[in-house]
């Protein structure tokens, strides 16, 4: 807030130059002013003219004022919002910087014996409709009609999995399976709560869904918390902060599966020693 009251200023009026809303889903609405204040009335009119020329900056940086400064991203410039809202364009530098990403978790991926698979973009709403995500989450979906069927636009990866398994007849032997997928992912998100390249509406998850036996649930976290600890100390994110995400009130399944499977993770986190929050 760069108000300053009348008392501090020594001024007998300010006038308000800009509001910035804050807007996150989690947080009430917080809105961040800015105003100057002027001892005499007769400053208003050079000072005006100033506010209302001074360009908007921000005191931290975000993803989307480094990408657009670095030439590597751009997001909230004129290409995106007039064409395509809250989805970034990765320019070379920013494509680079993306492709060698993927190139260091493939190799994670083939050491941690993964499975690349590739899925396509749309599928029919029957999908969905059968994996019950059609039915929780139509309202963050781009949906569609042609040809007289009606098309879902890919929002997570978990049906494409899961349908890739079903296709084949499987042996115990073959077991566990793991399918890592880079797709990229369209999800509705709203105007409001959009940002950098942190939340939007179009973005590439290094995703994979491991395909086992209940015994070997342990096993398989356990690898995983061991990969993405790699990664993140790759990167100096030395202390991450672990969070056991629980059921939430819009859900897949029916509670005697959550009751298992959140009562596995949480052993397996306890056994790892890791320090971790519930949500």
């Given at each position: 807030d760069n108000t300053r009251s009348d008392a501090q200023s020594g001024s007998n009026a300010f006038r308000m130059c800009r509001t910035c809303p804050q807007l996150d889903t989690f947080r009430p609405l917080l809105v961040r002013p800015t105003s100057t204040a002027k001892r005499f009335p007769k400053c208003w009119s050079a000072s005006a003219t100033k506010c209302a020329e001074r360009p908007i900056t921000l005191p931290n940086p975000t993803s989307s004022r480094i990408g657009s400064a670095t030439g590597s991203a751009s997001l909230c410039g004129s290409i995106a919002w007039t064409i395509s809202p809250a989805s970034p364009f990765f320019l070379p530098k920013g494509a680079t910087v993306f492709n060698e990403l993927v190139s260091f978790v493939r190799g994670l991926y083939r050491r941690y014996g993964?499975?690349?698979?590739?899925?396509?973009?749309?599928?029919?709403?029957?999908?969905?409709?059968?994996?019950?995500?059609?039915?929780?989450?139509?309202?963050?979906?781009?949906?569609?009609?042609?040809?007289?069927?009606?098309?879902?636009?890919?929002?997570?990866?978990?049906?494409?999995?899961?349908?890739?398994?079903?296709?084949?007849?499987?042996?115990?032997?073959?077991?566990?399976?793991?399918?890592?997928?880079?797709?990229?992912?369209?999800?509705?998100?709203?105007?409001?709560?959009?940002?950098?390249?942190?939340?939007?509406?179009?973005?590439?998850?290094?995703?994979?869904?491991?395909?086992?036996?209940?015994?070997?649930?342990?096993?398989?976290?356990?690898?995983?918390?061991?990969?993405?600890?790699?990664?993140?100390?790759?990167?100096?994110?030395?202390?991450?902060?672990?969070?056991?995400?629980?059921?939430?009130?819009?859900?897949?399944?029916?509670?005697a599966v959550w009751d298992h499977a959140e009562t596995a993770l949480k052993d397996i986190l306890d056994q790892s020693g890791l320090d971790y929050e519930l949500k």
């Open positions: 993964y499975q690349e698979v590739i899925t396509p973009q749309m599928f029919l709403t029957t999908l969905f409709d059968e994996s019950g995500h059609l039915e929780a989450y139509r309202d963050d979906m781009y949906l569609l009609e042609a040809h007289e069927h009606h098309y879902g636009v890919k929002p997570m990866n978990c049906p494409a999995a899961a349908a890739l398994y079903r296709h084949g007849l499987h042996s115990y032997r073959e077991l566990p399976l793991r399918y890592a997928d880079f797709g990229r992912l369209h999800r509705y998100e709203r105007s409001g709560v959009t940002h950098g390249l942190t939340r939007v509406r179009s973005f590439s998850q290094d995703d994979a869904h491991i395909f086992c036996t209940p015994d070997q649930i342990p096993e398989e976290v356990q690898g995983f918390i061991t990969m993405l600890q790699e990664s993140y100390r790759y990167f100096h994110f030395n202390e991450p902060l672990v969070v056991l995400s629980l059921r939430p009130d819009k859900r897949i399944g029916s509670d």
